[in-house]
């Protein structure tokens, strides 16, 4: 089999920040990255806590090792 370049670059739009952004280029789909995956999971889980949550800025780079 020969490759073909079969693969066409795929336009997302993120939901999060409404940018345009190559899916290829992303290793957070369906958002353009990391962040905007994590902004989104915030907002889930502040909807199912139904109360909003307050972070530590440091909480999140806690290493929890038995
Ligand atoms: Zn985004």
Same mark, same amino acid.
């Given at each position: ?6 693969? +066409?670059?795929?336009? /997302? ?11 290829? *280029?992303? @290793? ?8 905007? +995956?994590?902004?989104? /999971? ?11 949550? *307050?972070? @530590? ?10």
């Amino acid at each position: 089999m020969s490759g073909t370049g079969n693969e +066409r670059p795929r336009w /997302l739009t993120c939901p999060v920040c409404q940018v345009r952004f190559c899916a290829a *280029e992303s @290793d957070a789909l369906p958002f353009c990255s990391p962040r905007c +995956r994590l902004v989104d /999971l915030g907002r889930w889980l502040d909807e199912r806590y139904g109360l909003p949550v *307050e972070r @530590d800025p440091a909480g999140e780079d806690t290493p929890e090792e038995p």
